[in-house]
């Protein structure tokens, strides 16, 4: 009979040990989103949406970038699996190449362009303004940001996870003394309303490299990276990265069209729908973290298990993961549906008519999450990290494009309630669970991607 829970105490033990500083990072990360949005919200609604339709290129590069460093990881974890230093040391390098070229196209484009770019997603002219401000200006962060990513996800292949929550504590401190200052014009500083809020994200940002930099470069004992190393690649290695990363990136596009698509779909609701968007947006962003860290946490075990070639103790792992993911989520529902008029309420700054929607879209996520919370980790976790990359990313854009996106485009046609086309947005978390507990328990995306001499 199978073990239902695994007797393995390593399982427990990295699991906890990588998950926590992982989730923290992304809690930090989420933190200093957080503080922009609290204090632009003493501005009003047109503030809060034009920084809210500003950040949706950051997001973009947050995918992109995201999908670069997850298949370093990915990559990187089996290697670690086998003990071959070097040749994470030149995943590493490929992984820098590309996502440097990212941030500094996105920081041109948002450069020169910040008024076309904001007018995708919105009409409003007010909101425009605000946005293509807080973009052009936020856009010098991008490279600095995609450095970083890269740097931290090198160390998350070596099960070293402080460093990322380190620079993001970091950056955190920083952005939130500088948002104080610049956007009220405190200590001799003119108010600077959203402009100060883009050059407070700009210095964080730029503190946040300098010290994962630092790390990676002068105290990191394990892959010893030196800086000349930053930007070297390896053909073969290369040619694995564009074959396995492929799939990580373009899955993390189609997320962020279906992300840009729904803020024009909600955007054509007006300023306090995009203001009640951007406040439930933040809450799934905070209960995101913790299942990010957490799935993190279980594809560093995965990539390293089966680079080491134990199968057989990975299937012990993969049942024991969709248990634990199971009950988190439905505890984490929870208490986000309990708690979901006192997290509205700290958005003093808003209409009522927004945080009445704002409330009803939090409600919505209640449901979502408890799905997000166990196929995550389980397609992400297991089956992604596990080495079939390509049926996520088919997955995904099967339901992004045939159901998603439909469904929420058909609903705001036919006059629906505002919160009936964000449920539309979420409900592929829960359908995504139907397939996560059919493809996991098949066992078949156990697969090995290292190469036998790298």
Known sequence: MQKILTRDRDYYRDLIHLAIPVALQNLITFLVSLADNLMVSKLGDFAVSGVYTGSQIQTLLQMLTNGIGVAVTILGAQYWGKRESASIRRITGVGMQFS???????????????????????????????????????????????????????????????????ASAASLVVNIGLNYILIFGKLGFPAMGVHGAAIATVIARI?????????????????????????????????????????VVMGDVVWSINLMASTRILGGYGASVLTAANTANTMNTLAYVAINGLASAVGIITGKTIGAGRTNLMKEYARTTQVIFLALGIVLGGLIFA?????????????????????????????????????????????????????????????????????????????????????CLKCDQILKCLVAVVKVNRYDWMKNLTRAQA
Not at 114 to 126: A, E, K, N
Request: charged letters at 15%.
């Open 100 to 166: 440097v070229a990212v941030g500094a196209i996105l920081t041109v484009l948002c450069a020169l362009f910040p008024q076309q770019i904001i007018r995708i997603f919105v009409s409003d002219p007010l909101v425009i303004a605000e946005g293509a401000a807080y973009l052009r200006i936020l856009s010098i962060s991008f490279v600095f940001f995609c450095a970083t990513q890269v740097l931290v996800a090198s160390m998350r292949c070596v099960e070293t996870t402080h460093v990322g929550m380190v």
């Open 207 to 247: 503190v946040e490299t300098a010290i994962a930099l630092l790390y990676v470069l002068r105290y990191d004992q394990k892959l010893c990276l030196c800086a000349r190393e930053l930007f070297r690649g390896d053909a073969s290695l290369r040619r694995d990265f564009i074959r396995y990363g492929v799939p």
């Open 339 to 423: 708690f979901a008029g006192a997290f509205v309420s700290l958005y003093t700054g808003i209409s009522a008519e927004a945080a009445a929607e704002s409330l009803r879209f939090v409600r919505v996520l209640a449901f979502t999450l408890m799905g997000t919370c166990y196929q995550m980790p389980c397609l992400f976790g297991l089956v992604k990290s596990g080495g079939d990359i390509s049926f996520v990313f088919k997955n995904d854009t099967i339901f992004v494009f045939l159901v998603v996106l439909p469904s929420a485009l058909i609903a705001s046609k036919l006059g629906a309630a505002p919160w009936v086309v964000f449920a």
